[in-house]
């Protein structure tokens, strides 16, 4: 991923430079040309360093991250089993950037048994 991250960014920089030599007028007449063809040489390179696969992976996981999930498959990824008929969800909202968004917010009517399961999932303390 970091390598996908690397390629667009100095894609992202060469192009602000080129533009701005550009519009400045300092590059000479056959200057861009020869530029643009070391430029497309160089992306060419890096693609070949990171691969074409490499590339179409981290974008797949990237939007596979991203997609909204339903709650029954958050609940499931959450708490380590998928629901038990005795739970209804009332509100849900997922994170649609992890690690950027704070939080997933779930509200849901559960039935003691599955209250208990969820608990004893992790060790809580009272303060």
Excluded: H
């Excluded at 996908?4 to 894609?11: G, H, P, S």
């Excluded at 060469?14 to 992306?43: M, S």
């Amino acid at each position: 991923m970091i390598a996908t991250v690397l390629l667009l960014f100095l894609l992202l920089i060469f192009t602000i430079v080129f533009l701005t030599l550009l519009v400045k007028g300092k590059l000479g007449e056959r200057k861009p040309l020869f530029i643009l063809l070391l430029f497309f040489g160089f992306i060419i390179l890096v693609f070949l360093f990171t691969g074409a696969e490499k590339v179409q992976a981290d974008l797949s996981r990237f939007l596979r991250n991203t997609a909204p999930k339903d709650a029954d498959k958050v609940y499931e990824l959450l708490f380590k089993k998928s629901p038990a008929s005795c739970v209804t969800f009332v509100n849900f909202k997922d994170q649609v950037v992890p690690k950027i968004d704070c939080c997933i917010w779930m509200e849901a009517r559960l039935c003691p048994g599955e209250l208990t399961r969820i608990l004893a999932l992790k060790k809580y303390e009272r303060t």
